[in-house]
């Protein structure tokens, strides 16, 4: 007998069968070796941090301290930040007397404490991949070791997450989220509400670690669309419906907390750098990742995704569950604006969802088929790959002997530079203009103003709008700044240096062809001064200038604090 019933509504199927747990040392020991190549990697950089770090850190310590967000203290709150979330972990660290306080087995913790965060979220990431890998392989440890040993050769990525800056968070949470989608699609379980709530708090968390982190609220819309056959519509509409709002949740939080304590909806960095609407030939900016990476290992790579896609396995979809974070990560790195940095800071996320797509498919590709094809698949790689492996040496090199404005050249050259050049005109409160402010806060005594507006609001407004003009009206007419340093495109940008009122009222203490410092006129009391001032500049700020040129990698004492000199 037949009977014709109503449908029912359909369960969340249960996961399909996986392959037993790896027991926690080898799950240990595959984290811990793609770990330590990461780390390995980044210690041949030393002490090195990048002076924008330092600006979080300022502002770390001030929150820490009670001062409130301010770049220094006694000054108005300010959001001269774009990391939230990175800011909190530094600040914590300083609660917990792990950062900004000493020395910490021998290393300064303003250096040993971000490197470390680094170094736990590279095994976070590691985790990430374990995590996804036992769903799919039987060797998991060794496909993870495979994907360590990948991001430890990319000097991109090593670089600027172990640079002081937010990278090695922002990496932690866009892995997590494509293992998140990826193991969802596995279990068919991607419209259910634990992976919707899951993917709505990472994405949160990504877009408070970095403003293009918002990209990735794209993420779990666009695989519950590519599902939609699978899935009825109203429960597609329901589980991104709640994954938006617990997104929203958080992150709106923050913006309205921005709103009523800054007067703002953007942060002050966003304002000054003023994100103009993407143009097309921006996208071809996605050919500066391919060519960092070389085109013929990126060919090799595409051939084996498009090998394991054709087959329909429970890979194939997870694989697309990957592809749909990369492909929004290269989205991010086309849109944002170029930036002037080295080694393409912004594409952090791109090498980690790229390197874990392809040791996935790599890996797949060369343990099934007919022997001759895998054999085929591993020359054309190692082909593929000794090219890739010479420019990553060279370019390593490269940035190991110039890195990109180490924070300890800017605190020993302006902060405690311009400390020094106060205590010989004789002033206690003065003021300091300049475009590197990040170690110069940590330890100038002096009120420092961003020429650049990173901080400043006024001057991020005016650079928002491109007012060069107005640029140097603030600065000589309004903020009247006892000490003025500037240097390369900083001078050529705003037009500074050529400015008939930087003569009129300013002496020169140093010029050159990439650097010049200027003190205010009215603030010297005659030449003998003057002429002091000068020999400062030349022989103390110099020899300070010379010492860290020598050991580029970072070396600027224990502590940074304000008040110190050369």
């Given amino acids: 007998m037949t ?93 917990v007397g792990l950062f900004d306080r000493g020395v910490l087995f021998g290393v300064p913790d303003y250096v040993l404490f971000p490197k470390a965060v680094a170094v736990l979220c590279c095994a976070g990431v590691l985790l990430a991949c374990h995590t996804a890998a036992r769903r799919v392989f039987r060797r998991p440890g060794l496909v993870t070791v495979a994907f360590g040993a990948v991001l430890a050769a990319i000097p991109s990525f090593v670089v600027w997450v172990f640079s002081g800056l937010e990278n090695p968070l922002y990496a932690l949470v866009t892995c997590w989220l494509a293992v998140v989608l990826f193991g969802a699609v596995l279990d068919d379980r991607l419209l259910s509400g634990r992976v919707a709530v899951t993917a709505g708090l990472l994405v949160a968390l990504a877009a408070l670690t970095r403003p293009d982190g918002l990209v990735y609220a794209g993420a779990y819309p666009l695989l519950v669309l590519l599902a939609l056959r699978r899935a009825g519509l109203a429960a597609a509409v329901r589980s991104v419906a709640l994954s938006t709002a617990v997104f929203l949740v958080p992150f709106g939080a923050y913006v309205a907390w ?61 694989l697309v569950a990957l592809l749909v974070p990369l492909g929004l990560a290269l989205l991010g790195f086309a849109v944002l604006a170029p930036d002037w940095m080295e080694q393409l800071r912004f594409a952090t996320p791109v090498w980690v969802l790229g390197a874990l797509t392809a040791v996935f498919a790599v890996a797949r590709a060369l343990g099934r088929g007919r022997t001759r094809r895998r054999i085929a698949l591993s020359v054309a790689l190692v082909l593929a790959i000794l090219p890739t492996a010479a420019q990553f040496a060279t370019v390593a090199r490269q940035f190991r002997a110039y890195p990109t404005v180490p924070l300890c050249l800017i605190a020993d050259t302006f902060g405690r530079g311009f400390n020094g050049q106060a205590d010989v005109l004789g002033v206690e409160h003065a003021t300091l203009l300049l475009p590197d402010v990040g170690g110069t806060a940590l330890t100038s005594r002096l009120t420092v103003v961003d020429l650049v507006g990173l901080t400043e609001p006024r001057l991020a407004d005016l650079w928002g709008a491109r007012d060069m003009a107005g640029v140097r009206d603030h600065v000589f007419e309004r903020v009247k700044p006892t000490f003025i340093h500037s240097h390369g495109a900083w001078s050529q940008a705003t037009g500074i240096a050529e400015d008939p009122r930087l003569a009129a009222d300013y002496h020169v203490l140093s010029a050159g062809p990439v650097a010049e410092d200027w003190v205010r006129r009215d603030a010297v009391p005659d030449g003998a001064t003057l002429t002091a001032m000068r020999d400062y500049q030349r022989e103390q700020v110099a020899r300070a200038h010379h010492e860290q040129t020598k050991a580029l990698r970072g070396r600027c004492g224990p502590t940074l604090r304000p008040g110190q000199v050369p």
């Fill in 3 to 95: 009977a014709t019933t109503a449908p029912e509504r359909v369960r969340d199927p249960a996961p399909p069968s996986r392959p037993p747990r790896r027991s926690w040392p080898l799950t240990v020991a595959a984290v811990a070796g793609g770990t330590a190549l990461i780390a390995a990697h980044g210690a041949l950089y030393g002490n090195w941090l990048v002076d924008d770090a330092a600006i979080t850190f300022a502002y770390a310590r001030n929150i820490a301290d009670g001062a409130g967000s301010v770049l220094q203290p006694g000054l108005g709150p300010t959001e001269g930040y774009s990391n939230p979330a990175w800011l909190a972990v530094l600040a914590l660290g300083k609660l």
């Fill in 258 to 318: 921005r709103r009523v304590e800054f007067g703002r909806w953007l942060a002050l960095p966003a304002v000054a750098k003023s994100q103009e609407p993407p143009e097309p030939a921006q996208f071809t900016r996605v050919g500066e990742v391919v060519g960092y990476a070389g085109a013929l290992a990126v060919l090799v790579v595409a051939v084996c995704v498009g090998l394991v896609l054709a087959r329909r396995t429970r890979l194939a979809a997870g």
